[in-house]
């Protein structure tokens, strides 16, 4: 990811996230699993839009006000990934958490 916005990079983690949730069967899903895939969907957006909205800040405080916002969604979107490793499978689960990890270093 050298060289490329977080937003980018975030387009590109969703894509990945996006990929891995298609092939799973909504149907065989408990309720409980089905929160959790419709959490991370959201905050996936959620993620992308904050760090849109920071790299479009016009001011540095504005800059730092987005960028706490976008650590805090990543956190929880880590969390939520992890917690959903009975959905995912462990390699989707490290290459998720390493790309948002990446992408949270980016922004500061």
């Known amino acids: 990811m050298d060289n490329t916005s977080p937003f980018l990079a975030m387009q590109r983690a969703e894509l990945l996230l ?21 959490t991370i ?15 479009l800040s016009e001011t540095r405080a504005e800059q730092l006000r987005n960028a706490v916002a976008a ?23 490290a290459q998720l958490d390493a790309q948002l990890e990446q992408i949270s270093e980016m922004i500061t």
């Not at 996006?18 to 929160?35: C, F, I, P």
């Not at 979107?77 to 390699?91: D, E, T």
């Open 18 to 38: 996006k990929g891995v949730l298609r092939t799973l069967d909504s149907d065989m899903l408990d309720a409980a699993e089905k929160k959790v895939v419709a």
């Open 41 to 55: 969907k959201r905050l996936a957006v959620d993620v992308r839009i904050n760090l849109r909205d920071y790299e």
């Open 71 to 93: 650590k805090k969604r990543i956190a929880k979107l880590q969390a939520n990934i992890l917690h959903a490793s009975m959905v995912f499978g462990p390699v989707d689960v």
